[in-house]
């Protein structure tokens, strides 16, 4: 199994793919790129973004989830929205 290093998030930071649109406020989030029917798209940590609402300590984690469920994963910007992995829960614990 694979797991996401900084070194790999920092890489996939620097290959910036042409045209993928970006979540603002969300780059420590960032995992890296894919594509959809050729259309490049960013690919964001779920976790790592609900963190960092949390960071200011104004959202407790109800509120960042809510928050962040409406407003950040509910939006639709075009074809190359983001993509928001769901890495919250450890699929080891499946097995």
Do not use: W
């Not at 609900?50 to 104004?58: A, C, E, F, R, T």
């Not at 928050?67 to 450890?90: H, K, Q, R």
């Amino acid at each position: 199994m694979s797991h996401i290093t900084a070194y790999d998030t920092q890489e996939a930071r620097s290959e910036e793919a042409d045209g993928a649109l970006l979540a603002d406020g969300f780059e420590d989030a960032l995992i890296g790129y894919g594509y959809q029917f050729n259309y490049p798209i960013a690919v964001y940590s779920r976790k790592r973004c609900i963190d960092i609402l949390m960071n200011d300590g104004i959202m407790d984690y109800d509120e960042a989830t809510e928050y962040f469920d409406f407003n950040v994963a509910g939006a639709y910007v075009g074809e190359s929205t983001p993509v928001f992995l769901d890495d919250e829960y450890d699929l080891t614990e499946l097995e």
